[in-house]
């Protein structure tokens, strides 16, 4: 018999739900390492000085982050507007400006970075507010530290399915290719923080379970 689904309210459009954690509500970073480096101001935050962790550990789960690029355009390619969602520290999605703005491919933003390019480039101009909703699968390992199934990532930008389950290769890498290094079933969360003053808000993250199905029950003569 399948259990009974927890009852929980939706919440506004973009969240947060009632079961979800919420990371930051517009007010205070305390649930991030190097939260204070970041400037918190009329219910965003922006990035300073360096990346910010999760104090806490996630591993599948459902991610949500509102960002905005800065409205001031400075710098090109992958020097405008960057950031990125790490996923357990080890796997990022792309937040880049991509708007009219050339870089690779596997770089834009909602890219898995040097791994895949997003189906679509749904980027919205600089300095105007836009989403990620992030869908992860943590890989699982073997004793010996072999991949016995790999991480999978889906990802809506601004709503736009830009990735679906997406078969990670291994950790994203700037100075080498993708490689899997075991690690544990949850990690922490990292924001990067690329030398851009990008705005955030809204940032909440849910645990997931893999869903059990039931096959239909054969008829009886
Ligand atoms: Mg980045």
């Not at 357990?88 to 390019?117: A, H, P, R, W």
């Not at 699968?137 to 399915?161: M, Q």
């Amino acid at each position: 018999i399948l259990p009974e689904p927890a009852v929980i309210e939706p919440g506004k459009d973009g969240g947060p739900p009632s079961d979800a954690i919420v990371l930051f509500d517009g007010k205070d970073l305390s649930k991030w390492k190097n939260g204070e480096n970041w400037e918190i101001k009329d219910g965003y935050a922006i990035a300073r000085k360096s990346g910010i962790t999760t104090k806490d550990s996630y591993g599948d789960c459902q991610f949500h982050i509102e960002f905005a690029t800065p409205e001031k355009i400075e710098g090109t390619g992958q020097g405008r507007g960057n950031s990125g969602v790490y996923l357990m520290g080890k796997y990022e999605v792309q937040i880049l400006d991509s708007y009219d703005n050339k870089t690779y491919f596997d770089g834009q933003c909602g890219s898995l970075y040097k791994q895949t390019t997003p189906m679509v480039n749904a980027c919205r101009k600089p300095g105007e507010w836009q989403s990620f909703d992030i869908l992860f699968e943590s890989p699982r390992f073997n004793d010996d530290g072999s991949v016995k199934r790999p991480g999978y990532v889906t990802v809506l930008h601004n709503g736009v399915c830009v990735q679906n389950h997406f078969e990670l290769l291994g950790g994203t890498f700037f100075h080498q290719p993708a490689k899997y290094e075991k690690h544990p079933d949850k990690l922490p969360l990292n924001i990067q923080f690329h030398n851009n003053p990008l705005r955030f808000r809204n940032i909440w993250i849910r645990d997931i379970k893999p869903l059990e199905g039931k096959k239909p029950e054969a008829p009886k003569n």
